[in-house]
C-alpha cells in the first residue's frame, strides 16, 4: 500500500515528523517498505498561460510562445511542444530555475530568437512518463504561482507491506485509524452525506449466490458530461499511489478503493440489459475482460450478469462488453461485499492480480458499500455533472459475517503479555481500537468493529493490545530450557555430510519450487501421477512435483543461458507422489552436471562430460554410508534418460535411485543447450550407514596378480567384479579394473577387460602355490559365468 502523507495528515495530523511516523507505523505491525520524495527537487517553476503564437522564422519545429505569469509582461519563450496552443495553461521554467538532472535554465537564443525560459513537460519535471508535449495544467491555474507549492509537492510517499489479515489497512482512512490510535488523535473523515435522488431510476438487482455475495448496491446517474477532466489533485493522489489517470468515472472508483478500502466498478448504463444477477458461470459462458483477454468461466468462478450474459468477474475485474468509454453518459455505480473464501485464487486462476482482488481477498468492510456509494456518487456529480437516482441494495443479512463477542479476561493478557497491564490502559486501547467493550465481573466482553474482521478470538485481542501498548515495552524474558545434547546416532548418515561432499566435488547447492510446470513433469516423469494445485501461483507452477529433475533442470537451463559454461548444482527436498488416494512425500538427494568436467586450467586436455563422470560423484556419496558394495548400477531404460546411458541403484534389490544423461528429445524440449546428466537418489537408503568396525591389519605383505578376460559386450565390469569376490574366499583384499580394450585380436561383439587382483592373508605370507590356485578358481568361475577366456 502506497500513500501520500500529506493525504494521510489530512485524515489525522500527530505532531510527529515524518520518519517518527514511519517508525511508529512498523512497530505497530505495519512494516514501511521506503519513504520518498513525492517529487524530485526542482525550484523556479511557475504557472503561465500562452497568449500568443507565432511561427520561428527560422525552424520549422519551433513556435515562438509569448506566456502570461501574472506579472504584467508576457515572456517570449521558444518551444517545439508539439500541443501547445493558445490559451493553455503550462508549467515555465523560468530563468534560474532548477530542473531535476542537474539542468539549468538560463536566458539563450534559439535560431536568433531570445528564449527567456523553457515550458515544461510532466516528464522534464519527473511527474510523468511521457514528454512528448507540454503538461497541460487546468484553466483555472493561478497564474505566477510556484507549481511545486500549489500541487504540494514537497509530499513524502510511503509504502507500507501489510500482512495477509490486515486487509482493513489498504486504505488511507485504514491507516488513519492506526495513527490515531497509535497517538491517541481524533480522525477528520471525509463526509459522505447521502446523495438525495434528482431522478427516480433505478436498475433492479438480484443475488443468486447469497454466499458468495451477501450484499450488492448499486445507483443509477444519468446525464454525466463526456467532456469533463479529472480535477488535478485527484490524479495527483492517484499518481502518488502509484495509480494513472483513466477518466473521471475510473479514477473515481479507483479514488474511493483508496481512500476509504471500497472497490467499486461503474457500468455503462446503456449497454445493460435486464437486471444484475450476482451468480456462478455457468458452462459455455465467456467473458472479455477490459485487459482484452477472453476467458471461459469454470462453475466455482462467480459473475456479475445481466440478461445477455457475463459482464464482469466479480471482485477481480470488468468485462469489455459493459466498460464505459469517452461517450459515455449514464452509468451504474456498483458497490458490493464479496466473501473473501470465495475471491481467493479466482484471480490467479485465470492469470490476473488486480487491487481489487487483493482487497477482497483479504476481506472488505461489509457495512461499507452504502457509504462508498455515496462518497463516489458525490465526486461524481461534482465533477461531471449528472442526476443521481435511489440506491438499490440486496443483501442477505444472515450470510454477512458475523460481529463476534469476545471474552476478553485480564489474568489472560497478563499471561501472554508477560506484565500486568491497568485495566483502565486496557479498556482505552480497545475502545480507542473502535470496539464495544462492556464489562461482566472478572472480564469483559469485546465486539470489533465491522472492519476488523480478523479479530475472532481471544488471543486476538491480546495481540492488538500489545501492538497498542508498545512491543518495545513489553519485557523481554530467556526461555529456561534444558541444555541436553540430541543424540547423533552413527548409522544414520547426516544430510549435512552428503551436501559437503558434493560441495567439495564442485556442486553448488540449489533451492526450487516444489510445484512445477505440468509439461515439464509429463516429459520427465510420464509414469507418475501428479498432484495438481486447486490455486497455482501461476501455469508454469500448477503441480506438485515427483522428482526434483524439473526444477534442477530449469535452474540449470537458467544459469547456461546467463554465460555459465560449467554448472554443477544439487537439491535436497520433498517429492509428491500419488499412489491411489494416498499421497506419498518421500525426501530425495539430486543433481545435475554439464559443461566441462573440470574448470579450465592449463593442466588439463579439454574432453566432454560423460556417464562415468556423474557416476563417480555419486559413487563418493555411496562411499561415505560404508556400504559401496552393497549398491548396484543396473543398466536400465527411463523414459527421461538417454538409452544406453542410464542406470538404475539398487539396494537390497530395491530401486533407491537413477542417473544418466537427459534424452536429447527432452533436452530439446527444455532449451537445454550441451549434454546434461542428472541423478536422484532416495534420502532415506543413501542415509543408512554402517557403524564402522576396527579390522586387524595384516603384517604379512600382500601379492598382485593380473588378468585380463575376454567377455561379452553386454558383460558389465560390476558382474565380473561381483564373481571374482565371489571366487576369491577371505584371501581377495581388492580388486581394480585398470584397463579396458577392445580392437585387434579381440572378436567383434566382445571386449578385453584388465583386473588387478590384491591378496593377502592376516596370518602368513602367501605362498605362489596358494595365489595360483585362488586365480585359476576366479577364471574358472568367470568361464563358467559369463563364457571369459584369458586373453
Not at 592373508?761 to 577366456?789: C, N, P, Q, W, Y
Request: aromatic share 6%.
Amino acid at each position: 500500500m502506497r500513500f501520500s502523507e500529506q493525504w494521510l495528515r489530512e485524515w489525522v495530523n500527530p505532531a510527529i515528523s515524518t520518519t517518527e511516523l514511519a517508525n511508529q507505523v512498523t512497530m505497530a505491525g505495519l512494516e514501511v517498505d521506503s519513504v520518498e520524495p513525492a517529487a524530485p527537487p526542482f525550484k523556479g517553476v511557475v504557472m503561465g498561460r500562452v497568449v500568443e503564437l507565432s511561427p520561428h522564422p527560422t525552424a520549422e519545429r519551433l513556435q515562438i510562445a509569448q506566456v502570461d505569469i501574472g506579472q504584467g509582461s508576457a515572456l517570449t519563450i521558444v518551444c517545439g511542444a508539439p500541443n501547445v496552443t493558445v490559451g493553455m495553461v503550462a508549467p515555465v521554467a523560468l530563468e534560474g530555475a532548477e530542473l531535476p538532472g542537474d539542468i539549468h535554465i538560463k536566458k539563450t537564443s534559439l535560431r536568433g530568437i531570445e528564449s527567456n525560459g523553457m515550458l515544461c513537460s510532466a516528464l522534464e519535471l519527473g511527474l510523468g512518463e511521457s514528454g512528448e508535449g507540454l503538461w497541460a495544467l487546468p484553466d483555472d491555474s493561478p497564474l505566477g504561482v510556484d507549481l511545486r507549492e500549489w500541487l504540494g509537492l514537497d509530499d513524502c510517499l510511503i509504502e507500507i507491506d501489510l500482512t495477509p489479515n490486515r486487509g482493513d489497512c489498504l486504505s488511507i482512512s485504514g491507516i488513519a485509524r492506526e495513527v490515531g490510535v497509535l497517538n491517541r488523535c481524533e480522525l477528520t473523515p471525509v463526509s459522505a452525506n447521502p446523495v438525495e435522488p434528482d431522478i427516480d431510476v433505478t436498475f433492479p438487482v438480484v443475488i443468486s449466490a447469497p454466499h458468495a455475495c451477501p450484499r450488492y448496491a448499486g445507483r443509477v446517474i444519468r446525464g454525466l458530461n463526456p467532456a469533463a477532466t479529472t480535477p488535478l489533485w485527484m490524479i495527483e493522489r492517484l499518481r502518488r499511489s502509484g495509480l494513472r489517470s483513466l477518466g473521471p468515472m475510473v479514477d473515481i472508483t479507483n479514488y474511493l478503493m483508496l481512500e476509504l478500502g471500497q472497490p467499486m466498478h461503474a457500468f455503462d448504463l446503456d449497454k445493460l440489459s435486464g437486471r444484475i444477477d450476482v451468480r456462478y458461470a455457468v458452462a459455455g459462458e465467456k467473458l472479455e475482460l477490459l485487459n482484452g483477454n477472453t476467458i471461459v468461466p469454470d462453475a466455482e468462478t462467480l459473475l456479475i450478469t445481466d440478461a445477455n450474459g457475463p459482464l464482469a468477474l466479480a471482485g477481480i475485474m470488468g468485462g469489455q462488453s459493459s466498460a464505459v468509454g469517452p461517450d459515455t453518459r449514464n452509468v451504474f455505480l456498483e458497490s458490493a461485499f464479496f466473501n473473501p473464501i470465495i475471491i481467493a485464487g479466482r484471480a490467479r486462476r485465470y492469470g490476473l492480480h488486480t487491487d481489487s482482488s487483493h482487497r477482497f481477498e483479504r476481506g472488505v468492510d461489509p457495512q461499507l458499500q452504502k457509504q462508498a456509494l455515496e462518497r463516489a456518487t458525490q465526486l461524481l456529480t461534482d465533477i461531471a455533472g449528472g442526476q443521481a437516482g435511489p440506491i438499490v441494495e440486496a443483501a442477505i443479512p444472515e450470510a454477512l459475517p458475523a460481529e463476534p463477542a469476545i471474552r476478553l479476561r485480564p489474568g489472560r493478557v497478563e499471561r501472554l503479555l508477560g506484565l500486568s497491564i491497568d485495566p483502565q490502559e486496557i479498556t482505552d486501547i480497545l475502545r480507542w481500537l473502535g470496539m464495544a467493550v462492556a464489562s461482566e465481573g472478572d472480564h469483559w466482553i469485546v465486539a470489533p468493529p465491522s472492519f476488523r474482521f480478523d479479530i475472532r478470538i481471544e488471543a486476538d485481542l491480546i495481540e492488538e493490545i500489545g501492538r497498542i501498548y508498545g512491543y518495545s515495552r513489553l519485557p523481554s524474558h530467556r526461555p529456561v530450557i534444558r541444555s541436553e545434547m540430541a543424540p547423533q546416532p552413527e548409522a544414520k548418515l547426516s544430510l549435512d555430510r552428503l551436501r559437503e561432499t558434493l560441495v567439495q566435488r564442485g556442486y553448488q547447492e540449489a533451492i526450487t519450487y516444489s510445484f512445477v510446470d505440468p509439461a515439464s513433469q509429463q516429459s520427465l516423469a510420464p509414469e507418475q501421477q501428479t498432484l495438481s494445485l486447486a490455486n497455482p501461483i501461476s501455469a508454469d507452477l500448477a503441480v506438485m512435483r515427483t522428482s526434483l529433475w524439473p526444477g534442477l533442470l530449469k535452474a540449470a537451463r537458467n544459469n547456461l543461458q546467463r554465460q555459465q559454461d560449467r554448472v554443477r548444482i544439487f537439491e535436497s527436498g520433498l517429492c509428491f507422489i500419488q499412489a491411489g488416494d494416498d499421497l506419498v512425500q518421500d525426501a530425495y538427494l539430486g543433481g545435475v552436471i554439464c559443461g566441462d568436467p573440470l574448470p579450465e586450467q592449463w593442466t588439463n586436455d579439454k574432453r566432454a562430460l560423460d556417464f562415468f563422470d556423474l557416476k563417480g560423484d555419486v559413487e563418493s556419496l555411496l562411499t561415505l554410508t560404508g556400504r559401496l558394495a552393497a549398491f548396484n548400477f543396473v543398466a536400465a531404460r527411463h523414459p527421461a534418460l538417454q538409452p544406453g546411458q542410464s542406470a538404475r541403484i539398487e539396494h537390497d534389490h530395491r530401486v533407491v535411485g537413477w542417473l544418466g544423461a537427459v534424452h536429447p528429445r527432452i533436452a530439446k524440449q527444455l532449451d537445454l543447450t550441451g549434454k546434461p546428466f542428472v541423478f536422484e537418489l532416495r534420502l532415506a537408503d543413501l542415509q543408512q550407514a554402517r557403524v564402522p568396525q576396527f579390522s586387524e591389519l595384516s603384517r604379512f605383505p600382500s601379492s598382485r596378480r593380473d588378468i585380463a578376460i575376454i567377455v561379452e559386450e553386454d558383460v558389465t565390469a560390476q558382474a565380473i567384479r561381483e564373481c571374482i569376490r565371489e571366487h576369491g574366499a577371505d584371501l581377495l583384499r581388492e580388486i581394480l579394473l585398470f584397463d579396458v580394450y577392445r580392437g585387434k585380436g579381440v572378436p567383434d561383439g566382445h571386449k578385453s577387460l584388465a583386473f588387478g587382483l590384491i591378496l593377502q592373508d592376516i596370518s602368513r605370507s602367501l605362498m605362489d602355490s596358494e595365489l595360483e590356485k585362488t586365480v585359476a578358481t576366479i577364471v574358472t568361475g568367470l568361464e563358467k559365468r559369463f563364457g571369459a577366456k584369458l586373453r
